[in-house]
């Protein structure tokens, strides 16, 4: 129930009704808009504490929707190497977008689009194109206002096509960055647009502990408000992000030097896991608070499953080790989604998920040490590009399969267990993905058709969600409980329908297809206790309380193969 504050009335507009031909009079709710800076680092936790505040909102009946800014020149993410920005997070419209709308997706249980993500690229592309039309009619083309005013049509339109009451807008790098300001910009004239009732500004900066004296300092947070002020954005919520929750004295040096009510400061301290910092904020009051400046009356709403959830997450019965074998072991970023996919499915049977990231290239240069994978209880295998490393994690496919170690592959896995089958099954020599070796004898993993003639890489891949079809009677189509599925892709590559046969006569089965039937997307080998891999990303549609169930099957089994039980019939489950 939403009580109205002095000032935030709801609008009575004159709508003429096409083909009818009179006025009626339609209530049109003002939407609300909660911007989230962040000051004095990058990866300070802006997109946990967005996503924390989007869930507090929705526990007490509200309905948000979030924007990602990112002030890098790129359109997209989807160019960028995961070493320099972590994955590329993909939506269900085909969207290469930046990781944290995975968080914000995973928190609210969303499906986000790619105009949920903002960047500099795409705005002054908008503009670019727009000047070139002619729009602006000989007018110089100017930062402000014109780029500032693409920004604000950019974050309204998806109010508009969201129809929510709430949008939360985090604007990525750090307060001061050149390439942020024109950003800062637009949201300080949000503010003069919408009002101040309407408008919520929330810093979140660091708050280092100084080793010498176990002391909290608050300067770094001081200045970063500072430079916001200087950009004429005054927070008006303070979050104070430390390894320990700060004592009272701290925050009321926090409120004094920002020029806020104490109430209006909060602590998001280390936490085991990154699914409490809602409760843990939520406990301080900033749900409420938020709530209350916004002029909402809104009692929360039982959070039981959120709840069990996190509990199930920090306090799990049993344990599995699991080996990420990659090429980007280095950031563990470079794998968040999947990372994810795995807590959410280890926290459905009550058990921790310790992953150890493996370069792939570790055993390429020194064989032996394949023996390693020995003590883990799962292979992984995840996505990735070009040949550095892949023969390394074909090494490693090909011991999971001659050891019956549970294996899941995902993307550029899925695409090299069909490599290590057809060389050391099929007797395929030096089979190969043409990614990898062109010149391959045996190219069972080929350029997709549609792909062949394409020489831009952005937002050319095979991308967004798909229909796939399972086959009756195998794991996948135990695992899902259906016969048709949409999932989640991103990829140039495919099976070579000329190896098919063979590869389908030795024992691979693929359970899962394109609707056409063109396209392999699941295969299995029902001899292994758990061999499975996917051509699309189910990690991306996994949420906390409802496992992707290619990751639940994958953990399942795993956890069943330890305790030394027989292999599980996911159908009876």
Request: net charge neutral.
């Amino acid at each position: 129930m939403k009580k109205l504050q002095l000032g935030q009335i709801q609008r009575v507009i004159l709508i003429f009704v096409k083909n009818v031909g009179y006025y009626e009079e339609r209530l049109m709710v003002q939407v609300q808009y909660i911007f989230v800076t962040g000051g004095v680092l990058s990866s300070v936790g802006k997109g946990i504490l967005t996503s924390s505040i989007g869930k507090m909102l929705q526990i007490r009946g509200l309905n948000p929707t979030v924007i990602k800014i990112d002030p890098y020149v790129n359109v997209d993410a989807g160019t960028m190497n995961p070493y320099m920005h972590g994955e590329v997070f993909v939506t269900d419209d085909g969207g290469e977008t930046d990781l944290d709308l995975g968080w914000y997706e995973r928190f609210l249980d969303l499906e986000l689009k790619q105009k949920n993500n903002l960047t500099t690229g795409l705005v002054y592309r908008n503009v670019i194109e727009k000047e070139r039309r002619g729009d602006f009619l000989g007018r110089c083309v100017q930062i402000v206002p014109h780029i500032t005013d693409e920004i604000k049509n950019c974050i309204k339109s998806v109010a508009k096509s969201n129809n929510t009451e709430i949008i939360l807008t985090e604007v990525g790098g750090t307060v001061g960055d050149i390439e942020g300001l024109p950003f800062l910009e637009a949201i300080r004239q949000m503010r003069i647009d919408e009002g101040f009732n309407n408008t919520l500004y929330v810093h979140v900066a660091l708050v280092p502990v100084l080793d010498v004296t176990n002391e909290l300092k608050t300067k770094p947070l001081q200045h970063s408000v500072n430079e916001l002020r200087r950009i004429g954005i005054q927070p008006d919520i303070i979050v104070a992000r430390s390894p320990y929750m700060i004592d009272m004295k701290t925050l009321r040096k926090i409120a004094l030097f920002g020029t806020i009510p104490e109430e209006a400061v909060f602590c998001s301290y280390n936490a085991k896991s990154v699914y409490q910092v809602p409760l843990i904020l939520n406990k301080q009051g900033m749900g409420e608070y938020i709530c209350h400046r916004l002029g909402y009356a809104c009692s929360e709403s039982n959070n039981r499953d959120w709840f069990d959830f996190v509990n199930s997450v920090i306090k799990p019965k049993y344990e599995v080790n699991i080996a990420l074998v990659g090429k980007y072991a280095g950031l563990s970023d470079s794998y968040v989604s999947m990372k994810e996919a795995l807590t959410h499915a280890g926290a459905a049977i009550d058990t921790q998920v310790c992953i150890e990231y493996l370069e792939s290239e570790k055993f390429e240069k020194n064989p032996s040490c394949i023996e390693d994978l020995l003590k883990y209880d799962g292979i992984f295998i995840p996505y990735g590009f070009g040949s550095r490393g892949s023969e390394g994690k074909i090494d490693a496919i090909n011991f999971s399969r001659k050891n019956d170690i549970p294996f899941l592959g995902i993307c550029f896995g899925f695409q090299l267990a069909v490599v290590e089958f057809a060389r050391n099954v099929c007797g395929l020599k030096n089979a190969n993905s043409i990614e990898i070796a062109e010149d391959s004898p045996h190219p069972v993993i080929d350029i997709m058709p549609e792909q062949r003639n394409i020489k831009s890489k952005g937002a050319t891949m095979r991308l967004g969600s798909h229909k796939i079809v399972l086959k009756p009677e195998t794991l996948a189509h135990s695992l899902y409980k259906t016969e048709q599925i949409f999932e989640r892709h991103r990829h140039r590559f495919e099976v070579n329908l000329n190896y098919l046969n063979i590869l389908k006569e030795k024992g691979l089965i693929f359970s899962g297809n394109s609707a056409d039937g063109r396209r392999m997307e699941i295969l299995e080998l029902p001899d292994q206790y758990f061999f499975l891999a996917s051509q699309f990303h189910g990690e991306f549609k996994s949420r906390p309380g409802k496992p992707s169930p290619t990751y639940y099957g994958f953990i399942k089994a795993c956890l069943s193969k330890k305790m030394g039980n027989a292999k599980p019939v996911f159908s009876q489950l």
